[in-house]
């Protein structure tokens, strides 16, 4: 790769081989080396969508950080979509998706267009969703600790609390801290982002709203 890349500007690209080689079990992110490093590639995308925003005179929305570490192999396959372009094109897709409408769209368009969705694919989708419906309530943060899966800060009414392990077996929640805390049956795996997901959004009830809320 480093051979075959010696261009000026090559940075970027040989930072993404990286990638494709080793995979990224938290969605492009911390563990990975080179200038995406320091930010992760969904933090990167957005500060590039931003910049080119800027100069363009468009206006800034501004997005809250979630960071969302599970392990689990989430990545685009080189043997599934051959050009670097097309890759890094459907990376930057996914990871600046706004809701599961648009991240669905991105989704029936990557099938139709380069054919069945390899495991790989369809967790980096899974985990792109967790992190969608996390940023809708203001959580920051989804990470493991042992057995558990700790999702936080969010805040969760008495109502919710009270008959939290019946609608999530094995759930927890502890109020000093606003985390919730998830057991899934397997730690790991292509069904661990849709499975926390879930059991996410059965916590905290249709009605819920971002940290502190308590309605």
């Given at each position: 790769t480093i051979s075959r890349f010696t261009e000026l500007g090559s940075g970027f690209r040989i930072a993404l081989r990286d990638l494709e080689i080793r995979g990224a079990g938290n969605l492009l992110g911390a563990e990975q080396h080179g200038h995406i490093a320091a930010v992760g590639f969904d933090t990167y995308c957005r500060l590039l969508q931003e910049a080119v925003s800027e100069m363009r005179g468009q206006p800034v929305q501004e997005e809250p950080e979630i960071r969302v570490e599970l392990p689990v192999r989430a990545f685009l396959p080189v043997g599934w979509v051959g050009q670097e372009a097309l890759r890094l094109e459907l990376y930057r897709r996914i990871s600046t998706a706004r809701d599961r409408a648009e991240l669905a769209e991105v989704?029936?368009?990557?099938?139709?267009?380069?054919?069945?969705?390899?495991?790989?694919?369809?967790?980096?989708?899974?985990?792109?969703?967790?992190?969608?419906?996390?940023?809708?309530?203001?959580?920051?943060?989804?990470?493991?600790?042992?057995?558990?899966?700790?999702?936080?800060?969010?805040?969760?009414?008495?109502?919710?609390?009270?008959?939290?392990?019946?609608?999530?077996?094995?759930?927890?929640?502890?109020?000093?801290?606003?985390?919730?805390?998830?057991?899934?049956?397997?730690?790991?795996?292509?069904?661990?982002?849709?499975?926390?997901?879930?059991?996410?959004?059965?916590?905290?009830?249709?009605?819920?709203?971002?940290?502190?809320?308590?309605?």
């Open positions: 989704r029936a368009e990557a099938e139709d267009r380069f054919g069945q969705l390899p495991e790989e694919v369809s967790t980096l989708f899974a985990v792109t969703s967790l992190r969608i419906s996390a940023g809708a309530l203001g959580i920051e943060e989804v990470s493991t600790f042992r057995s558990q899966v700790r999702i936080r800060p969010i805040g969760l009414p008495d109502t919710l609390r009270l008959g939290l392990e019946e609608r999530v077996p094995g759930a927890s929640y502890h109020v000093a801290t606003r985390t919730l805390n998830l057991k899934p049956p397997v730690m790991g795996g292509p069904d661990l982002p849709g499975w926390v997901e879930r059991g996410l959004l059965e916590a905290v009830g249709p009605d819920a709203g971002p940290p502190g809320s308590t309605g």
